[in-house]
């Protein structure tokens, strides 16, 4: 399995706190994109995959919630944690309830801080790899014929080769050929892993069908 770099975004008008969080983030092994303004941490957070943000509360103009708020409304999903020097319960919990993955007050504690971010940025690369395989699997679906649809849907839930070919009106040599040919377009060498990838991207697709 390829591994993948995290990258995290840091948007915080002070540089001396840029810094000092870009050098401990980078000594973890993370790439890091810093900004000191709104405007060019969106476009950052928009047109580049990150897997995590460290935005400071307080912002010429803004507050982190306003930011997350205009990342969510371009499709930015990425976890925010909020950082600031004015730390109050009430603040605290309007940043959780507004969306923030996690909040930090300044002096920081870099240890938890860098722990928790390793933990979000981790999250979001598994929901990512998760992302690309429902594309996948779905995409070796649609290039399945009609027939060989009608063949899966029955393989998939437990029919025996003559119970298909008795309710397709084919033969149970057909039946073998079309599940062959299922098999190889969706990159699976057993039936057992067709019925798991395939009852997988149903469960994942719909998730009240769990219930």
Known sequence: MVSIQPTVLIL???PDVRESLQALLE????HVETFDSVGEF???????????AVVDWRLPGATAVDVLRRARQEQCTIPFVVITGYGDVPTAVRAMQAGVADFF????????????????????IQRDS????QREVGQRLQSLTPREREVLERVVQGKPTKKIAEELGISAKTVEVHRSHVTRKMHVRSVAELVRIVTKFELERDPDSKR
């Open 42 to 52: 969106l476009q950052g957070a928009t047109s580049n995959k990150a897997h995590c």
């Open 12 to 14: 915080d008008d002070d």
């Open 105 to 124: 007050t300044k002096p920081l504690e870099t240890r938890e801080l860098i722990a928790r971010v390793e933990e979000l940025a981790q999250e979001e």
């Open 130 to 133: 998760q992302r690309l395989e």
């Open 27 to 30: 000594s973890r092994g993370f």
